[in-house]
């Protein structure tokens, strides 16, 4: 890959009177005034171009003050090698910040995350390459939390249970492709714990067929 840095100075100034524009909204610096004798604020747009094709793979910007590492800012996007989507972020000031989208070679959607803080809590889904949900359950900025469901790429549940801090916790029912129940039992901190119970694929045992 070829990095390609453009770098764009920010005066104070500019900063207050959005002189970006042109590049859409961006959360404003929580330090935008740069300690006396270090470099001035500036946005630097960042580049990757695909070494064979020579096509924009990846583009994102970074913000720096002169006082640490560069920080993501604003919008991030990966390009599959023939130009399509497969990746598109926001950050501010290092943070994800709004809608995190993936798509699959074909253009399919993989995932959309929505980070909107780390106490509020937002859908999390995930798909197959066919289309179909994967996955769903709440988080807070990706991090798992309360009851998940997870799907076969047929369309069947494959299992449910709750998170707590991305963590397996309490109890969790896992079905095989047909339907049948599979297993069920408990966790703690994500590992099992307890006495599990297991149904045989064959004949299939459904929840009616299943004495609680």
């Given amino acids: ?47 990757e171009v695909h070494s064979d ?59 959309d995350i929505l980070f909107a803080g780390p106490d509020v809590a937002t859908v999390m889904r995930f798909y197959h390459p066919n289309g179909r949900i994967s996955a769903e359950g709440e988080g807070c900025d990706s991090v798992r939390t309360g009851p998940w ?4 790429e047929n369309g069947r549940v494959s299992k449910q249970g709750e998170y707590a801090a991305s963590l397996r916790t309490g109890e969790w029912t896992l079905w095989f492709p047909s339907g049948g129940l599979k297993s069920r039992g408990a966790f703690d901190h994500d590992k099992r714990v307890g006495t599990w119970r297991h149904w045989p694929e064959s004949p299939p045992t459904f929840e009616s067929d299943d004495p609680q």
């Fill in 53 to 111: 094709t020579g096509t924009v793979v990846h583009e994102w910007t970074e913000y720096r003050n002169g006082k640490g590492p560069p920080q993501r800012h604003g919008k991030e996007v990966e390009r599959w090698p023939d130009g399509s989507k497969r990746a598109e972020r926001v950050f501010a000031f290092g943070s994800p910040a709004g809608h995190s989208r993936e798509w699959y070679e074909d253009g399919t959607l993989r995932l």
């Fill in 149 to 152: 469901t997870f799907y076969y």
């Fill in 1 to 47: 890959m070829i990095v390609a840095p453009i770098r764009r100075a920010l005066l104070p100034a500019l900063l207050i009177a959005g002189g970006c524009a042109g590049r859409g909204p961006r959360p404003r610096s929580p330090t935008p005034e740069p300690d006396s004798g270090s470099e001035l604020p500036e946005y630097v747009d960042r580049t």
